[in-house]
Nanobody
Framework: QIQFVESGGGLVQPGGSLTLSCKPA????????VGWYRQAPGKQRDLVAQ???????NYADSVKGRFTISRDNIINTVYLQMNDLNPEDTAVYYC?????????WGQGTQVTVSS
């Protein structure tokens, strides 16, 4: 199975921006629809953005207008540009297939929004 590797997280002040990246580990597998998920402490892991191989995107209402998902199929990398971050965006961010392949979860990348 494909396991994803996420990067780009960090500590950012409210109103700030971050760009996350993910790609499959260990090979150049063909990716179809891929999503970014996040899990805040004590909460379930939710899908926040997804993009088909052809570039069609959808977003959760909570991030619409602030987050942008993109992908580069040549280098097999999916990005999440996050703008106007607020403390409610604090979570571990993961990427995975849509629908989820439970064997593909990586370690995620921590995003903390705090002043």
């Amino acid at each position: 199975q494909i396991q994803f590797v996420e990067s780009g997280g960090g500590l950012v002040q409210p109103g700030g921006s971050l760009t996350l990246s993910c790609k499959p580990a260990g090979g150049n597998f063909r990716l179809n629809t891929v999503g970014w998920y996040r899990q805040a402490p004590g909460k379930q892991r939710d899908l926040v953005a997804q993009m088909t191989r052809g570039g069609s995107a959808n977003y959760a209402d909570s991030v619409k207008g602030r987050f942008t998902i993109s992908r580069d199929n040549i280098i097999n990398t999916v990005y999440l540009q996050m703008n106007d971050l607020n403390p409610e965006d604090t979570a571990v961010y993961y990427c995975n297939h849509v629908p989820i392949d439970y064997k593909s979860w990586g370690q995620g990348t921590q995003v903390t929004v705090s002043s």
